[in-house]
């Protein structure tokens, strides 16, 4: 059975979970994916395990996760040598995706403008914390920073205690999917009039789209936003939490569910 993205090659700088997961989901589609990793060490997340712990003895359960359907070569993006390897590679190539802190690739020869002069119908996909200009651009975007900035850990917190983090990678995974369909929307374009672009996706505005009611709420209320207390049940959801003292365990439900001996 054919695939959709069949045919389509896509060079991938990516690392750690944005990138990487994009490139993935883009492969489950039928692109060859080419990763493209550091000499020496890889994806970081090739160091990383859960539990000290690693599949079949040597393999990250962190790189395994976002890394299927891809093919991975490890490079010396400092080299000359491997930048004419690269641009060569660029020609027979429809897309470009990395997610290294804006400027870092374009200094080394593989920018936007740097694509485009051997391959003018490129797709250069960009991933940051913040945005590739402005007053945050210097400054790191890691997956929990953006859930604090945006609010988001004190959305899933209760109002009674500390701010709660998400207990997954929301903000790096929402970019992922904001790369994707960017990417594909683009090479629809492209279809249309031959034409490549660059694609910019922030971690920052696909989290804070993510939390859009809240903000639409607390700006025309002009007020503060508070998570309710654990006894209160959140107005935005339509469930709730709820403790089952007989059973010893938690359950989610619909508000409209009538519970025995919940709390």
């Given at each position: ?18 990138g ?150 929301l ?44 903000y ?48």
């Amino acid at each position: 059975m054919n695939k959709a993205l069949e045919g389509v090659r896509i060079l991938d700088f990516s690392h750690l979970l944005q990138g990487p997961f994009a490139t993935q989901l883009l492969g489950d589609m039928g692109a060859d994916v080419i990763k493209i990793e550091r000499s020496g060490a890889g994806d970081m997340f090739r160091g990383m395990t859960f539990f000290a712990k690693w599949v079949g003895g040597s393999e990250s359960p962190n790189f395994l996760a976002w890394n299927r359907n891809k093919r991975s070569i490890a490079l010396n993006l400092k080299s000359r040598k491997v930048h004419a390897i690269i641009m060569d590679m660029a020609k027979k190539a429809d897309v470009v995706v990395q997610n290294f802190r804006p400027g870092v690739l374009a200094r080394l020869g593989y920018g936007y403008e740097d694509f485009k002069a051997v391959n003018p119908a490129i797709i250069y996909c960009s991933g940051s914390g913040y945005g590739e200009e402005g007053p945050y651009v210097e400054r790191p975007g890691q997956d929990m920073l953006i859930q604090g900035l945006s609010g988001l850990i004190s959305n899933t917190g209760r109002g009674d205690q500390a701010p709660v983090p998400a207990g997954a990678g929301l903000a790096d995974q929402i970019g992922a999917m904001n790369m994707v369909y960017g990417i594909l929307s683009a090479l629809y374009y492209r279809e249309k009039t031959g034409k490549g672009q660059k694609i910019e996706v922030n971690l920052l505005a696909g989290m804070l789209a993510h939390l859009n009611q809240e903000y639409v709420a607390v700006l025309n209320s002009r007020r503060g936003f508070r998570a309710p207390e654990f006894r209160h049940r959140p107005p935005r959801h339509a469930g709730a939490v709820r403790y089952l003292p007989s059973e010893g365990r938690w359950l989610c439900v619909d508000r409209h569910e009538p519970v025995q001996d919940a709390v």
